[in-house]
């Protein structure tokens, strides 16, 4: 395969992997928020959208793990870390978006399987609906308002290319 023909491949991976970063877990969220809101916080129905809406975290994550490992690719292959354009794209990515990522595996993969598989032992208790309320008010919210915005400005980034200063010059 030729350079060119690598570039394409990695760009599909990328465009892919970007569409199932935001699309599965955005759609979970508005689920799991309908239940959250209808059914109420610790009802059966919750919990099993819950459960749902992790699996969906997962997918997103192995996405993410994706999008991050394509875009290297092509940056490798095709651009280095020379261009201005990509140099912002890629402070945008550590500063806003690997941060958000890290604190939503943190909650998402981690803490919510924990303390869902407590409902059918012992009920929550006050660790568990604290860091239910964390998840949901800080981490969640804080990613919902960032990453639209930090997705556009990359998506700009990368279709106009504009002519602007280099982080690394």
Do not use: C
Request: proline share 3%.
């Amino acid at each position: 395969m030729s350079t060119v023909d690598w570039f394409i491949a990695l760009k599909i991976v990328h465009i892919g992997a970007l569409i199932f970063w935001l699309g599965p877990s955005l759609g979970a969220w508005f689920m799991l928020g309908a239940l959250r809101k209808h059914e109420g916080e610790f009802s059966r129905a919750t919990h099993l959208g819950y459960k749902v809406f992790i699996q969906m975290l997962i997918l997103e994550h192995v996405a993410f793990i994706f999008l991050l490992a394509s875009g290297a690719g092509m940056a490798a292959l095709v651009f280095g870390t020379g261009q201005a354009w990509l140099q912002w794209k890629l402070l945008i990515i550590l500063l806003a978006i690997i941060p958000l990522e890290i604190a939503d595996i943190w909650y998402g993969n981690i803490k919510l399987p924990s303390i869902f598989s407590q409902l059918n032992t012992q009920g929550y208790d006050k660790l568990s609906s604290t860091q239910l309320h964390i998840y949901h008010v800080y981490v969640t919210r804080l990613a919902i308002a960032v990453i639209p915005i930090s997705v556009l400005a990359i998506m700009w980034l990368v279709i106009a290319k504009p002519n602007i200063i280099g982080l690394w010059q």
